[in-house]
């Protein structure tokens, strides 16, 4: 609240959880929210990315992001290579893994070191080749010192898919299995240590990377009903939400997350769970079950799966919830409300 009373943007509108639900609900949805030009999968669905339907065949997916993180460098990566990832990763999870479109819209502060700007440039450039996907257009504008924080970046992607090739994170199905892609929390706890001034002997670092070859291979390799990628609100949002769109039960067995010994030891000291943050390279799989293994296997061969597991079973029991195995006891996992984490992504 302002002084005035007036009801004012806060950074929990930001944190990807309850207020930004009720800012999408409130505002967002009644004014933009699929009309009778309807989308395949449209805005109502906010889901990674939108599905428009192609007037002779296939379809065209879309998605958008922008990057504000703070620092704009950090271990493991830059604000260039997340803004690149963020993109392409929201794309291959809904099924678009090749022939990937970017733009890239850069707003920089009066003041930021030109050599700082490169580096970022060289860094989208890097990603973009990993990706094998190229930057189309773009924009750059200038803000006076103070107006913004160094600089931010906005990155869209398209692809076209074969009609029948999308995947939405809606689609799970009672009976698959669970895959996770790697070591959760990376990102957002070597981010969260890094502006608290710890550094962990230099063992933690962002998993940041566009995981397009490795979503390739894991679709390949057999059915996946529904996938998203666990960034803002981490591992928990994400499989919640998933849960939720589904209306299906998930159970997870807590002992086969795979989390790194310093993530886990960091997030103590920090106070923060690893299944809460930020992953920038990472994506949760609904398999069919007689396919789970198979898809893991393969997801276990390419370079940025190594840690892959399956972590749990969708179920019909206890629709809409996440229900996780500690090793002592069953609880609900839940999204993470409480402290937003403005600027991990
Ligand atoms: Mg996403």
Avoid at 100 to 128: F, I, K, N, R, Y
């Amino acid at each position: 609240m302002s002084d005035q009373g007036e009801d004012v943007i806060t950074t929990a509108h930001g944190a990807g959880s309850g207020k930004m639900r009720e800012l999408l609900g409130d505002l967002v949805l009644p004014r933009f929210a699929d009309g009778e030009e309807r989308a395949t999968v449209g805005l109502d669905a906010l889901d990674d990315g939108a599905v428009l339907p192609l007037p002779e065949s296939g379809a065209m997916v879309v998605t958008t992001d922008s990057h504000v993180v703070d620092p704009p460098v950090f271990p493991g990566g830059d604000i260039g290579r997340l803004a690149v990832a963020g993109t392409v990763n929201d794309l291959a999870v809904m099924g678009a893994t090749e022939d990937l479109w970017l733009t890239s819209s850069l707003v920089v502060e009066e003041g930021t070191p030109l050599s700082l700007v490169e580096q970022v440039l060289d860094s989208m450039q890097t990603a973009c080749e990993e990706a094998g996907c190229r930057i189309v257009t773009g924009d750059t504008k200038v803000m006076g010192s103070g107006e913004i924080d160094t600089l931010a970046i906005n990155t869209t992607g398209v692809a076209r898919v074969r009609s029948d090739e999308f995947v939405t994170d809606a689609g799970m199905q009672v009976g698959d299995r669970v895959i996770c892609t790697g070591t959760v929390g990376d990102h957002g706890i070597s981010l969260l240590s890094e502006r608290e001034g710890f550094d962990f002997e230099g063992e933690l670092s962002s998993d940041v990377t566009p995981i397009n070859g490795l979503v390739a291979t894991a679709m390949a390799a057999g059915p996946v009903t529904a996938m998203k990628d666990p960034t803002r609100g981490g591992f928990s949002a994400a499989i919640v939400e998933m849960a939720e769109k589904a209306d299906v039960g998930v159970e997870l067995d807590e002992s086969t997350l795979p989390v790194t010994p310093s993530v886990a030891s960091a997030g103590e000291i920090l106070g923060i769970e690893p299944v809460d943050v930020a992953n920038e390279g990472k994506a949760i799989l609904s398999v069919r079950p007689g396919a789970a293994e198979v898809v893991l296997d393969a997801i276990q061969d390419h370079a940025d799966g190594r840690d892959a597991a399956i972590v749990g079973t969708v179920t019909e029991d206890h629709p809409g919830r996440v229900v996780l195995d500690t090793g002592f006891g069953r609880r609900y996992m839940t999204a993470p409300e409480g402290t937003p984490l403005p600027r991990i992504c």
